[in-house]
């Protein structure tokens, strides 16, 4: 079973606090529009993306078992 990124766009307001933890999974554009540029969680990124979720300040992104 996988674990995929999931962000809910209609809440998030693109702080870029996910960003600032895991740059190499999420980036924000100039038009200030996050992008999520490894859906997959894996083993390497796993407690850097449970800690962006967890600061998120809108809690918009998750964690989705597949």
């Known amino acids: 079973m996988s674990k995929k990124i999931h962000v809910d766009f209609e809440i998030c307001e693109s702080n870029a606090v996910c960003m600032g933890i ?3 999974v ?9 992008h999520v540029l490894q859906e997959e969680v894996t ?9 962006a979720v967890r600061q998120c300040p809108r ?8």
């Open 43 to 51: 083993p390497e990124n796993e407690a850097q993306v449970r800690e």
């Open 26 to 34: 999420f980036d924000l554009d100039d038009q200030d529009y996050l």
């Open 59 to 66: 809690q918009a992104i998750s964690i989705e078992e597949e």
């Open 22 to 24: 895991t740059p190499e």
